[in-house]
């Protein structure tokens, strides 16, 4: 069992930056290959990033290359995604979640956390 809580989410203008938190609860964190998804109002989820257990392997969504990168520390339980020169079409609300394969597919991950909004004025 996984438990996740997203945090640093708010209001930015276009052009700057936010760096959004997902702390995880549990001994087994190291397991999970850990994703970012955001969902906007009227749009379906969309994977934004996956990051592998050990933080070797890093998948960004076409939307967000060159802008969001995801990490994560083990020693913290927590994954993060830093995200850069922020659009307002970035708006939505932002999702970590937990999975135990490599997958950009929303229904393969088990755990979710609450949601945090990010909101980009132009």
């Known amino acids: 069992q996984v438990q996740l809580g997203e945090s640093g989410g708010g209001l930015v203008q276009a052009g700057g930056s936010l760096r959004l938190s997902c702390a995880a609860s549990?001994?087994?964190?190291?397991?999970?290959?850990m994703g970012w998804f955001r969902q906007a109002p009227g749009k379906e989820r969309e994977l934004v990033a996956f990051?592998?257990?050990?933080?070797?392997?890093?998948h960004q969504g076409d939307s967000v290359k060159g802008r969001f990168t995801i990490s994560r520390d083990n020693a913290k339980n927590t994954v993060y995604l830093q995200m850069n020169s922020l659009k307002p079409e970035d708006t939505a609300v932002y999702y970590c979640?937990?999975?135990?394969?490599?997958?950009?597919?929303?229904?393969?991950?088990?755990?979710w956390g609450q949601g945090t909004q990010v909101t980009v004025s132009s």
């Open positions: 979640a937990a999975a135990l394969k490599a997958t950009t597919d929303s229904r393969d991950y088990d755990y």
């Open positions: 549990g001994r087994t964190f190291s397991r999970y290959f």
């Open positions: 990051i592998s257990w050990n933080g070797e392997y890093t």
